[in-house]
């Protein structure tokens, strides 16, 4: 690629980018797109109040940003907890690491990259240049100027380093500081027990009292035990659904003005049949859930949520082998019960497993067929391989606005689309995995994800242009550095071009202005049926955002001492990112979890290996560049790089497991001391019942009524 | 090998095995050899009753068969502890196993294997006839036969993986038990402390104390800060040695009868003056003592023993991260007293890490260095060989009796010779690793000690016979079967004789004859230097003898359907082991340490290894006897085998590193109602009493006499 084709590539997605922001600016501001726009202010019921502080210039509209930019990382504790806390550190961690890989890498390596004289191209000037002239290719082979590069590397995996220490040393006091000023919370004080032994002529409730009240008299508080409710959980949710038709019919009744828009296509008949039709459906369904509930005393699981007085005693439970045998009475710690993943329960032991041998072979499969749309991404950046496949396009082709798109534009655009589909992939596979909460689900969906995007994003496209996408290399080691020294450096423009499609326009368009979002509003809005939905506050999608973050990491990283000019890019898209997810987390998402930070050593176990994948590249650039001495000398770098993650791994990950004796004794006093905590012990008793017992509870308490299931929701 | 020359071997071995037992039998009843073969029975003071009680005809001597094989298991574990009778269940779970092995090979498998056609050799009597007419070498390639080689194999690894299953099932249960009936013991009440952080203006002793007093109030008992005292225990054992001299010749002052013999060759003085020496050396110690005694309180270890008043307190602190820092307020559970390997807490992290590298090249090293051995010994079994290179030699290889002895009994006998030279060094390298105690020191060599054993004895031999020695194979995984397929039946013949003699010779010999101490004894007793050690009860060498043992089972489960000759040797020395092993168990060794039966795990890990490779070596002979069906069914066999072993370290491996809490909890309570228990925690605050310290102490104690150090020994 060129520059020109490069600028043609900013420009357009510049010129995007505004037109996005410009949209969202005056959208926001409208009343009817505030559900789609500020969800978590209108949930909270404070978006009159914020709305009404707004003046109505176009410039003032502009505030929106301010707004993000204003709260301290505190406020933003508070409002979004530590987890968005963690995410928005991933955007400062890359501005820090990117701020001065840019200034190193433009003011020092690329005017040595630009001196060299290895690609001897004719045309002179500056907009036709291809932009392999300030990369480390157009460095003469066997030059003195290579160990400018070379001490670059040095000193920027130890700026890296010392940034990763310092915030991951930051993340876990933060955490311990969270863990101090938290309410008590159910999941402190309670313990997953699984493979409760069976007794003879003793129920698992039972068992389960007797066990803990003989060991742990003074702190055992409460048990829950876990029944498979799949079959009523379907039920409460036909219920819920045939009760919200229900209530949504009898409101139209009395407001004739929605008559009509609610009738167009003629679809609906009569309302007073409708309402009896839903009514019967709903007494149906109250009927199968009562034969259901009395089944469930034998649907009993041998498992059960035990919490107890003090977070110490849960702690050394979820720690100790409770039973003689091993494989009985296994503990973990608890999740939030409102983090739960309930039908994991249902399934038995053989289906689990089963399941994970599927998802290994589905994510295998995945990771096979998504070699289709990056082979037609790379056959776009190659226009001559084209030209020769489909000779009908070469008269297209011509048009120097045409090859400048197609080269420039649309491979990324089409590596995204396809990448967009896979989260979702991802997130059913974890969750059949066998997780017991959507925090665990999403966080190694997040990791799937992560690697998915670097093999097939990265790896894929690199060695794919330089046909060499061959397994068997993976058995050869000494030849991967220099492989990847040939072709890492070839995609450069592919990836800076990537950059600035996926990393700026995407994250305005989808992210800030929720261009899917709003199409399907849209198209629903002209649609006959009105939307009925409550309104739904989305939570982060950690699992999609944190991998298409790093990946940015990863390009700048690697790409830092070989083509410096993607470096800038890199560091506007984590500036840009951090007002728009700043913004989003405190108007849009709602936290729906809480792991305490925990999604950061996935951060840092990632950022270590680009690292390391930066040195083997270097090793393999220094060895084809003709400077064996430099090349040798960096090899002790991946090295020391790795003895410091092992370092890290000591002194930080035990923080984000669980939390120190010293610090739940402490709280635990503090806790004794506090008037509230006998309600919360009231509280927590009830806190892990299953959502559809829970609902059948309800609803026969209030049985005096003549629908009671109809009562139980009013 | 044919097979007149294994009889020549075996006759050899049998002649030597008859020998060394009836020359035990005649010297063990002599009371000047009592040091020698019943040293824990004199050091109990058990002697003179145990040699009245035998009548002196010479058949009554085997008296000692009987009474080795009398004692229950129950009657062993009082005597010797749970670690000899696990070790002891090595033996009888390698009766069992080839019991049944030895049934299924000779009267299944070998007359399939002599019926085969295969091998070609003309002669026709018997005793000419080459080993391998009765491996599977010989059956007919294709042949349906292998069908028998194949379910034995698979019933031979169902049988297998049962008696593993049962064993350790049987022997976690007797670890259990074993707790339950133990007596308290100061580790199980106490924690290694490390990396205790500094407080300004506090001792490390101060923070100890503040610390656990705080957050294990009810619990905490007390503690013992560790100082480095390599240099005092130098000296002390300067002074101890100072002591016995003067002692020594003390008490020959009085006894005239003795000064013949003292005096041989002439070296002695004249007493009083070397009287007068020792006691100025032993003052002169006792001065540099008390000058490093002073600086001692400067080399306080940030690491400390604290105990707790009950076990359950223990495993809590050991089990749960305590301080802030991950890395600081480091626990692990506690050695006992008499287990802890003192100089480990005197080398700094530095020196440690150093250690560990310097460990892992040197194990290469000796690894490599060890071929030379194994080289020489297979050079003597391919005689042709050795003829081309020393021709002079060929005169004599021509006697018939001279080549048996040299194929038959030369080769193993060398490889033994240098194999009893590396347990010694993997103790000292495990020893500079950084464990903390005997016990762990021992288990890490056995451990080093049996791969070592399985690589140089097994791989070596099998690999150099085909001249196929080389790393490179590695690289290639599928090629591996079929290399071993080639090569481990060509090495049975050698294998056979190794079992007789490094097997049976061997344990007569070196270990009930105990060979090399008696050879010690009678050159000591010879020259002039009177034995004035004191008598030294051995404890039983883990390390060395678990890995010999096991190696026996290595050969029997992988020539188990290859060769099925070598079963009935392989289970005779199981057999002869039991005896011999219960023998010297009961009057030999005394317990060092007591794990709870820890090194059974490496036990069980290492047959599966052993199965695995079987099964492995089956793929790659099916495939070479054109039988490629049978070698495609048995894959699925090695991963069946491995899935089992991951349940059986998930069922039973957690209760061979610690407790459950169950067990603990009610230990305690029986515990807490006993009225032994507070002399026991007074005793407890002292346990962990650096020797070293402990010596100062009791000769500062007696600080009023005129030589305090010599009277402190008084």
Not at 86 to 114: D, S, T
Request: aromatic share 14%; hydrophobic share 45%; charged share 20%.
């Amino acid at each position: 690629m060129i520059l020109s084709a490069l600028l043609t590539s900013v420009g357009i997605n510049v010129a995007l980018c505004f037109l996005f922001l410009i949209l969202y600016t005056i959208l926001r501001n409208r009343p009817s797109n505030a559900e789609l726009y500020v969800p978590r202010l209108v949930a909270e019921g404070k978006f009159q109040e914020y709305n009404a502080s707004g003046v109505r210039g176009f410039f003032s509209s502009f505030k929106w940003v301010k707004r993000a930019w204003q709260p301290t990382e505190n406020e933003l504790l508070e409002n979004s907890g530590l987890d968005a806390v963690v995410f928005m550190r991933i955007f400062i961690f890359g501005l820090r690491v990117f701020r001065f890989a840019a200034i190193v890498g433009i003011f020092i390596l690329l005017p040595f990259n630009y001196m060299g004289n290895q690609l001897t191209i004719d045309f002179t000037d500056l907009p036709n240049k291809s932009l392999e002239t300030f990369s480390i290719s157009n460095v003469d082979d066997g030059s003195n100027m290579l160990w400018v590069h070379f001490s670059a590397v040095y000193i920027f995996t130890v700026v890296v380093c010392y940034l990763l220490y310092s915030e991951y040393d930051d993340i876990a006091a933060l955490r311990l500081s969270y863990f101090y000023s938290s309410k008590p919370r159910p999941s402190q004080f309670t313990v997953l027990v699984r493979s409760i032994p069976v007794t003879a002529g003793r129920s698992f409730s039972e068992t389960i009292e007797s066990f803990f009240s003989e060991y742990y008299p003074s702190t055992y508080l409460s048990h829950s035990v876990i029944h498979r409710t799949g079959k009523l959980q379907g039920l409460v949710n036909k219920a819920d659904k045939a009760y919200k038709k229900l209530v949504h019919l009898e409101s139209k009744k009395y407001t004739p003005q929605n008559s009509k828009r609610g009738c167009c296509l003629g679809i609906c008949g009569r309302k007073a049949e409708r309402v009896d039709q839903y009514e019967k459906k709903l007494e149906d369904v109250e009927g199968d859930m009562r034969a259901e509930q009395l089944s469930l005393a034998g649907k009993e699981v041998p498992a059960a949520f035990v919490s107890f007085k003090t977070r110490f005693s849960a702690a050394i439970v979820s720690h100790l082998q409770q039973g003689l045998k091993p494989t009985d009475w296994v503990t973990e710690p608890a999740p939030d019960p409102q983090d739960i993943h309930w039908p994991f329960f249902s399934a038995s032991f053989f289906k689990k497993w089963m399941c994970n041998i599927a998802v290994v072979f589905t994510c295998l499969l995945i990771t096979i067929m998504f070699l289709v749309p990056v082979l037609i991404a790379q056959g776009l950046t190659n226009l001559a391989q084209l030209e020769t496949m489909l000779p009908f396009l070469s008269g297209i082709l011509k048009l120097e606005l045409v090859t400048q798109v197609v080269t420039g534009y649309l491979p990324s655009l089409i590596l995204e689309t396809f990448l967009d589909l896979v989260p979702p992939v991802m997130i059913v596979l974890s969750s059949i995995q066998g997780y017991i909460a959507h925090s665990q689900i999403e966080k190694s969906a997040c990791i799937k994800m992560l690697w998915f995007t670097v093999w097939n994003v990265f790896f894929a496209n690199v060695l794919s242009g330089t046909a060499l996408y061959r397994i068997d290399v993976l058995l050869e080691p000494k030849r991967i550095p220099e492989l990847l020294a040939v072709a890492v450096p070839g995609q450069a423009s592919f990836f800076i071009a990537y950059v600035v499609t996926s990393g700026w326009t995407k994250t305005f368009s989808s992210e800030l202005f929720r261009v899917k979002r709003l199409m399907l509003n849209i198209l629903k809005g002209s649609l006959c049926c009105d939307s009925d939905d409550e309104l739904e506050v989305p939570s982060n999608p950690y699992h999609k955002e944190i991998p298409r973050i790093l990946f940015f990491s990863l390009l700048g990283i690697t790409y830092f001492f070989l083509s410096p000019l993607i470096l800038p890019f890199v560091m506007i898209y984590y500036g840009l990112g951090y007002i728009i997810y700043r913004n989003q987390l405190l108007n849009v998402y709602s936290p729906k979890f809480e792991t305490g930070g925990k999604f950061w050593p996935v951060v840092h176990d990632a950022t270590i290996v680009f690292l390391v994948l930066m040195h083997v590249i270097a090793i393999g650039i220094f060895g084809l560049k003709k400077l064996p001495l430099a090349s040798s000398l960096t090899i002790p770098l991946p090295i020391l790089t790795l003895l410091f993650h092992g370092y890290c791994r000591r002194r930080f990950l035990p923080s984000f497991k669980g939390f120190p004796a010293e610090c739940m004794i402490n709280k635990d006093r503090l806790d004794q001391n506090d008037p509230t905590i006998s309600s919360f012990y009231e509280k927590l008793a009830t806190a892990y019942e299953d959502p559809a017992m829970e609902r059948v509870r309800r609803s026969e308490a209030s049985e005096s009524s003549t629908t009671p299931l109809l009562s139980s929701y009013r």
